[in-house]
């Protein structure tokens, strides 16, 4: 298509060497990077210069100069993705994804009351991206009072950074603020994330380059790896879920929080276990077990347990505990699945926001029901 041409002969004309892929079209991921021929492991296959990359140091200065110093490059590279129209990043901008699709698939980006559904890991990652948001929605309104630019249109330059930016550690850099060792990297971009089979991501002075970690078939997709990040980070973050995803989890507190008493909410909290109650495949964490063991235990139990002297016993004591412990979680987690399937049943009659974005919402609340199914089942009590 003639996009991609133009991409490649702009990428060329930027010295980024790709070796053995090209950019496509993929059904459900927008654009990704597939192999054109067969790929040995440890081969390198995109290099970019670092003269190619948009970082802080190339928003344009009637942009930056405006904007208050100390600003975060997030902001800033949004800014002058909206501000500032070059006819530079022309065919880079050509295969961006559109509004429409970010709309579609960016929690950011929906209506409020589709918020209230998300799990609440994703919920609370959102709270964060939309304070940050305002943060810089309210500096670029200052700085440019009569500009024309609405609020969805540096929404969209800001998801688009959000989505697209690659984290780099060089020496040069080394003194900036950790969200400031942002950068954009044409073609590098379109590099859809897999949680374990990504190529290596490497950034030296000069460029930063992509070496394939495993042979690939010609055709096959090329991925890299986000970071050992949960679906719900995932949807918050990126606006996905992956079907498999080995470091999934899903946050218990409301499950968990409203067993508590006040009291007990004050005595997990003064030894530091107070929320963030988390199950994974393994099972649920040290800080849920201590909450657990809170519910259900005599107090000098629980507190055997968090001062590390549980154990010292051992024996039938011991595996009676935890047998009670995992009865309580299987209890707590029916009551939570009951609570999903209700959010799922408001989700279906709801008529707010895009079918397509209810449809990621239920499918996500199905991978966290059959998460807990997994545990109740392993768990057998
Ligand atoms: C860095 S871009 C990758 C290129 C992107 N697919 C495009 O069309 O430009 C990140 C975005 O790609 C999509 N994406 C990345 N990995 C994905 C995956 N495994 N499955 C579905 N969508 C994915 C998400 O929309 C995410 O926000």
């Known amino acids: ?23 496509r079209p993929l059904s459900g991921r927008g654009i990704g990077v597939v192999s054109t021929k067969s790929i040995k492991e ?16 190339t928003v344009c200065k009637k942009v930056s100069s405006k904007l208050p110093t100390g600003s975060r490059v997030h902001g800033l590279l949004a800014a002058d993705i909206i501000l500032n129209p070059s006819p530079k990043y022309k065919q880079w901008n050509a295969v961006m994804p559109s509004r429409e699709d970010v709309w579609a698939s960016l929690p950011l980006t929906w209506n409020r009351r589709l918020h209230e559904l998300l799990p609440r890991s994703a919920r609370e990652r959102l709270r964060k991206q939309e304070t940050k948001f ?3 929605w309210t500096a670029i309104k200052q700085a440019f009072p009569d500009s024309k630019i609405s609020r969805n249109d540096y929404l969209y330059a800001w998801a688009l950074v959000n989505t697209r930016t690659f984290y780099y550690e060089l020496n040069g850099n080394s003194k900036l603020h950790k969200d400031d060792r942002l950068a954009l ?71 968990i929080l409203p067993k508590l008493s006040a009291r007990q909410k004050e005595q997990l909290d003064e030894v530091g276990f107070l929320g963030n109650y988390m199950l994974d495949s393994n099972g649920v964490c040290y800080r849920t077990q201590v909450a657990l063991r809170l519910i ?22 011991e595996r009676q505990q935890q047998e009670e412990v995992d009865r309580k979680l299987v209890h707590l987690l029916r009551k939570y699945q009951d609570m999903i399937r209700n959010t799922v049943e408001r989700i279906k009659d709801s008529e707010v926001g895009q079918p397509c974005q209810r449809d990621l919402l239920c499918l996500r609340w199905t991978q966290i ?11 057998d009590v």
């Open 369 to 379: 029901q059959s998460l807990m199914e997994k545990t109740i089942e392993k768990l």
């Open 134 to 136: 305002e943060r810089d």
């Open 42 to 57: 440890n081969e390198v296959l995109l290099r970019v210069p670092t003269s190619a990359l948009r970082t802080a140091k």
């Open 296 to 317: 259900c235990l005599p107090l000098n139990e629980w507190r055997r347990f968090v001062d590390g002297e549980a154990g010292a016993g051992g024996g039938d004591a």
């Open 185 to 255: 990297q044409p073609v590098a971009d379109l590099l859809n994330h897999h949680d374990s089979e990504g190529c290596k991501v490497d950034f030296e002075s000069d460029d930063c380059t992509i070496t394939s970690t495993r042979a690939y078939a010609p055709g096959d997709e090329v991925y890299i790896c986000y970071g050992n990040h949960g679906n719900d980070f995932l949807l918050a973050e990126y606006g996905f879920v992956l079907p498999q995803n080995r470091w999934d989890e899903v946050c218990l507190d409301d499950a």
């Open 1 to 23: 298509m003639e996009v991609y041409e133009d991409l490649l002969n702009w990428a060329r004309g930027q010295d980024i060497e790709l070796h053995g892929i090209e950019p």
